[in-house]
C-alpha cells in the first residue's frame, strides 16, 4: 500500500474533477485523490478526453464505472498509460442510472462478476485495482453476505485493495443523497471485516468529518476516505500532512491557498475554461469565519460573468477582514 492510501479524498460526481484535486492538492502533498467516476462508455465512445488531469494532482486514482470485462481492461490499459497511480472499480454507488448501467452498487450482488472485472484490468495494467463498496444492497445485508463478497474478489479477481463505506445502499426508494444519509453507518461491521481478512488493505468511508473521527478509525483500519467533508469544509485539507503523515512542513494559511491557485487559474483561464468552473471548488475554505459569507457571495454574484477574471478571486479576497491572520 502506497503511504497515500491512509487519508484520500472520496470519488464524488461533479465534485472532485481536476480543478478541485489542484485546489486539494495545494493543501496536501500526501492524501490521495480520486477522480469523479467516468464511464467505461464515455472513455470508449465520448467525445473528449475523459483521462486529463493536471500532473501536479498525483498520487491520483482513477475511479471507472462498468461491469464488462474488456471494456474495463481496455480503459485500464489506457489509464495505466496516462501515469494514473491506482484504478477503483465502482461497486457502490445507488442511483437508478448507474444500475440500468449495470455497475455501482448492484454489483455486489454479482462478486464473481466483480472478480472476473478485477482480474481483466489486473492482467493489463501494472498498477493497483482496488475496489470501492458498500457493506450491503437491499435485504442483502448480512455479514455473512458482505465478508462472502470480499472473499469473493480478493480470491478470485486478486483484489487486495477494497474502500468501504459504511452504509448499505436501497437500490430502488432512496435517492443517491438519501443513500448518504439515511441508511445506518456500521463502523464496527467494516472494523469486523478488517479483523477477518488482515491480509487485505482497507479503508473505510462514511459520514466521517473530524481528525479526532480518522484518528480513532485508523485502530482498526489502514485508511479513512472523507467525501463531503473534504469538499464543503476544504481547510481540513491543510492539516492532512501533519496530522495524520507526521508532516512537519508549516500548515498554510487560507490566503497563502487562495494567492497560489492565482497561477493555476491564470492558466487556466488563459486555455478557455470559466472562472465559475474552478472558484466553485473554494466557497467553502472560509467556512465559519468572519466574511465567509461576504467571500462565498461575491464569487457566486461574479464568476461566471463573461470575462471574469482573476480580479473577481482578489475582491472577495477583500472582503475576508485583513486582520485576521488566516
Not at 472473499?151 to 445502499?169: L, P
Not at 465559475?276 to 465559519?288: E, K, V, Y
Amino acid at each position: 500500500m502506497y503511504p497515500s492510501a491512509r487519508f484520500s479524498v472520496a470519488p464524488m460526481l461533479d465534485w472532485t474533477d481536476r480543478h478541485c484535486r489542484y485546489f486539494h492538492r495545494l493543501m496536501s502533498k500526501e492524501a490521495l485523490l480520486y477522480t469523479e467516476m467516468v464511464t467505461t462508455g464515455a472513455i470508449i465512445h465520448g467525445k473528449g478526453d475523459f483521462l486529463s488531469y493536471n500532473e501536479e494532482e498525483h498520487p491520483l486514482a482513477l475511479q471507472l464505472g462498468g461491469s464488462n470485462p474488456v471494456d474495463l481492461a481496455r480503459c485500464a490499459k489506457l489509464a495505466a498509460d496516462r501515469g494514473y497511480n491506482e484504478i477503483n472499480l465502482n461497486v457502490g454507488c445507488p442511483s437508478d442510472r448507474v444500475q440500468n448501467g449495470m455497475f455501482g452498487a448492484c454489483l455486489m450482488g454479482e462478486a464473481e462478476l466483480v472478480a472476473q472485472c478485477v482480474a481483466a484490468m489486473r492482467e493489463v495494467a501494472d498498477i493497483p485495482v482496488t475496489v470501492k463498496t458498500r457493506i450491503g444492497i437491499d435485504e442483502q445485508d448480512s455479514y455473512e453476505f458482505l465478508s462472502h463478497f470480499i472473499q469473493t474478489v480478493s480470491e478470485k479477481g486478486g483484489c487486495d485493495n477494497f474502500t468501504i463505506h459504511a452504509r448499505k445502499a436501497w437500490l430502488k426508494g432512496l435517492s443517491p443523497k438519501e443513500n448518504r444519509e439515511v441508511p445506518p453507518l456500521d463502523y464496527p461491521r467494516v472494523y469486523q471485516l478488517k479483523q477477518d481478512f488482515p491480509q487485505l488493505t482497507m479503508a473505510i468511508n462514511g459520514g466521517i468529518k473530524t481528525f479526532e473521527e480518522m484518528e480513532q478509525h485508523l485502530k482498526y483500519m489502514d485508511g479513512v476516505m472523507v467525501g463531503r467533508e473534504a469538499y464543503q469544509s476544504p481547510y481540513l485539507m491543510a492539516e492532512v500532512d501533519q496530522r495524520l503523515f507526521g508532516s512537519e512542513r508549516p500548515v498554510m494559511k487560507r490566503r497563502e491557498v487562495i494567492e497560489a491557485m492565482y497561477p493555476y487559474i491564470e492558466r487556466q483561464l488563459a486555455n478557455g475554461s470559466c472562472l465559475g468552473h474552478i472558484t466553485r471548488h473554494m466557497l467553502g475554505l472560509f467556512q465559519s469565519m468572519p466574511g465567509a459569507r461576504q467571500w462565498r457571495r461575491y464569487i457566486s454574484e461574479n464568476a461566471h460573468k463573461p470575462g471574469a477574471g482573476i480580479e473577481v478571486v482578489q475582491q472577495a479576497l477583500a472582503k475576508i477582514p485583513a486582520e485576521l491572520d488566516v
